[in-house]
């Protein structure tokens, strides 16, 4: 049964940091780029962050470029996204995919639920 359970959303100040973790089971980790993706109602799904499998490389949109940090720890089979200096704009639901694509949702084979992040003015 293959899941992907997103978590450690909540609500922050502006300037304030996050940690989402992902963990995944029920498929081959290592066979999966691992994605973050984010989306606010009325808007289409972004794709926020993301870690090759093949080589660990790792993808930012411009938007969190300098802020976002995406880490992978393979003995746990768990993505993380360290989010810092967290602005309003941050403020979506974010969900963590696997898939063969780097940032597009059309790439994705599983995803999780989504974890809130709320950052306040």
């Known amino acids: 049964d293959v899941q992907l359970q997103a978590s450690g959303g909540g609500l922050v100040q502006a300037g304030g940091s996050l940690r989402l973790s992902c963990a995944a089971s029920?498929?081959?980790?290592?066979?999966?780029?691992i994605n973050w993706f984010r989306q606010v109602p009325g808007k289409e799904r972004e794709g926020v962050s993301c870690?090759?499998?093949?080589?660990?490389?790792?993808y930012y949109a411009d938007s969190v470029k300098g802020r976002f940090t995406i880490s992978s720890d393979n003995a746990k089979n768990t993505v993380y996204l360290q989010m810092n200096s967290l602005k309003p704009e941050d403020t979506a639901v974010y969900y963590c995919?696997?898939?063969?694509?780097?940032?597009?949702?059309?790439?994705?084979?599983?995803w999780g639920k989504g974890t809130q992040v709320t950052v306040s003015s």
């Open positions: 995919a696997a898939g063969q694509g780097l940032l597009l949702p059309d790439g994705m084979d599983y």
């Open positions: 029920g498929f081959t980790f290592d066979d999966y780029n």
């Open positions: 870690i090759d499998s093949n080589d660990g490389s790792t």
